[in-house]
């Protein structure tokens, strides 16, 4: 029974928002008709895979939701590629995915998002001078109508 005004917040332990949410993607993707007996399945598949591979998607997912308030985690990245070269893992998420990019890509859009930031500044820039330019003409037209 829980307290409708209770103060209490738990804290969910790392990776496991990220177990959570693979088991529910793959339950959406195959819709089985027993969810516990397929969450059960799902998770031992999980172990057997960790067990071979020495790959934790659970550590994994816990370090890349680290990284982004300590990018420490980060210094002695193992990827998942290395265990499964040949396989994609279906569980790989969009954080995890953009976590795995090369230096030399995050280099590339890292300038590129600078590129667009001066653009749209230079954009705002102009349009205020045609701004002014535009307010300057049209007091001068009103002095000349004026006199």
Known sequence: MSIPFSNT???IPQGFGNLLEGLT???????PDNIPA???AYFENL???REKTSFDPAEWGAKVDDRFY?????????????????????QTSMKEKTA???PEEDKDMEENA????????????????????????????????NE
């Open 38 to 40: 397929f969450a059960a």
């Open 25 to 31: 993607r793959e339950i959406l993707r195959e819709q």
């Open 47 to 49: 172990l057997e895979k």
């Open 100 to 102: 795995l990019e090369s």
């Open 9 to 11: 917040h738990y804290r």
């Open 114 to 145: 600078a590129l667009k930031i001066q653009a749209a500044f230079r954009g705002h820039l102009a349009r205020e001078e045609v701004k002014k330019m535009k307010s300057s003409d049209l007091e001068e037209e009103k002095t000349e109508e």
């Open 70 to 90: 300590n990018n420490h985690a980060f210094k002695e990245q193992e990827s998942p590629e290395k265990h499964e070269p040949g396989k994609e893992n279906s």
